[in-house]
């Protein structure tokens, strides 16, 4: 069964207080991951709400399964910042956040004066995380963020696909986005231990143009050294062979033989010794530069004998293999329900609903999911009223529009 995970459980940033004034998917995976590390997240969304909440279909009793999966643990405010009110009360809740999460265009967060000048002059203990496209200076400072052209512009479409000569390919998955949000959680991190040590906030900076170059790490390396740009080579990897993945009598199994020792095994599991004596395979360095012909070679081995087969035969050698798993095999993987990686969550609308687990396992302070995500407005009177504002104030700001209450 799936874990369902209780909302008192705290991680090792209880106590931080972040507003998220982010939408779509950068900036609400940085307030997602601090989210489940204990933070405080109080989402700011306009009017209609973040344009993740029309990812439709998808959709569990009307409610975008795109939201729920970015902004599960967050608390949802609706502010229309064309209101000076609305702009008053979030300025209020600035003046006692330790985070601001923003990825507004260039400017637009001064326009509204709450630009980090502006905000720290207020509360210099405030740690303001912008990301954005490109970062906030460079010639691109300004350009809009799209995962599509980060991907491009970063390199990493020119080494994902089939081989050479292909279309170029993006990666499944919005590497740029995510990671983008990563490495933001991981800067709003270290900020906050400095503040905590000194009371001086900062300011945190990343795009998804650098998001998308960090994981470029191995080609990278390649290009400065060589002078050559690296492109596609499928599943294989660009330093090491073989590693990669293999079609077996009935699907793909994934096999890491790239070390000498874990090539001798390899060649034992499938009854080709012979092949260590051929001088094209003696080597990583002689298997790099015939790895074609390997894949080949090796491919017609494997076709023999069922996934299963070669795995199990794999996993008593030693050798580092697996399946590759669609995304509902994934989900039902034993070792994934183990790590709390699937787990439920309560939604007001959508009722339990299934999630994605929190990545970092810690001892002592456990992160953990604790609610669903907000239906548009659905803390907006809590949230307020901590702030200070009464309940005659609120409603008049709800019957100007400025704010938004479930």
């Not at 009360?89 to 502006?118: F, K, P, Q, S, W």
């Not at 300004?142 to 512009?153: S, V």
């Not at 998001?211 to 400065?224: C, G």
Request: net charge negative; aromatic share 6%; proline share 6%.
């Amino acid at each position: 069964m799936d874990r369902k995970i209780t909302p008192q459980a705290s991680g090792p940033l209880a106590g931080m207080k972040v507003i998220e004034l982010a939408h779509i998917m950068a900036g609400p995976v940085c307030g997602l991951m601090l989210a489940d590390m204990g933070a405080d997240v109080i989402k700011v969304e306009k009017p209609d709400g973040d344009d993740s909440r029309r990812f439709v279909p998808p959709a569990i009793e009307g409610e975008s399964a795109a939201y729920m999966m970015m902004n599960r643990n967050k608390r949802g405010l609706a502010l229309n910042l064309k209101q000076p009110d609305a702009v008053e009360a979030l300025h209020r809740l600035l003046e006692e956040a330790d985070v601001v999460i923003e990825n507004y265009r260039m400017g637009t967060m001064e326009r509204l004066g709450l630009g980090y000048d502006e905000l720290r002059a207020i509360n210099p203990r405030l740690i303001y995380c912008e990301i954005s496209g490109f970062g906030r200076t460079g010639p691109y400072a300004e350009r809009g963020g799209f995962d599509l052209i980060a991907q491009g512009m970063s390199g990493l479409m020119s080494i994902t696909g089939e081989g050479p000569g292909r279309p170029p390919v993006k990666t499944g998955a919005p590497v740029s986005d995510i990671t983008a949000g990563i490495v933001a959680a991981m800067g709003v991190s270290a900020a906050y231990a400095r503040m905590l040590q000194t009371g001086e906030g900062q300011k945190v900076d990343t795009s998804l143009f650098e998001a998308a170059i960090t994981q470029t790490y191995w080609q990278s390396a390649i290009a400065f050294a060589t002078g050559v740009a690296p492109g596609p080579m499928g599943s294989a990897h660009p330093l090491n062979g073989p590693y990669q993945a293999f079609q077996t009598a009935d699907g793909w199994i994934n096999v890491g033989a790239a070390n000498q020792r874990n090539w001798l095994r390899f060649l034992d599991v499938i009854g080709a010794p012979e092949l260590n004596d051929d001088p094209r395979f003696a080597s990583n360095h002689d298997r790099m530069q015939h790895l074609q012909e390997l894949e080949a070679i090796l491919n017609g081995y494997l076709r023999h004998e069922t996934s299963v087969v070669w795995l199990g035969r794999m996993e008593t050698a030693g050798l580092p293999a697996g399946p590759v798993l669609d995304i509902l095999e994934m989900q039902a993987d034993p070792q994934a329900h183990a790590r709390d990686m699937i787990v439920e969550v309560d939604h007001p609308v959508a009722g339990t609903v299934k999630t994605l687990g929190h990545p970092i396992k810690f001892s002592d302070t456990p992160a953990s999911i604790r609610s669903a995500a907000p239906v548009l407005g659905q803390h907006s009177r809590e949230v307020l009223g901590e702030a200070g504002y009464d309940s005659a104030a609120i409603d008049a700001m709800i019957a100007v529009g400025a704010v938004i209450a479930a």
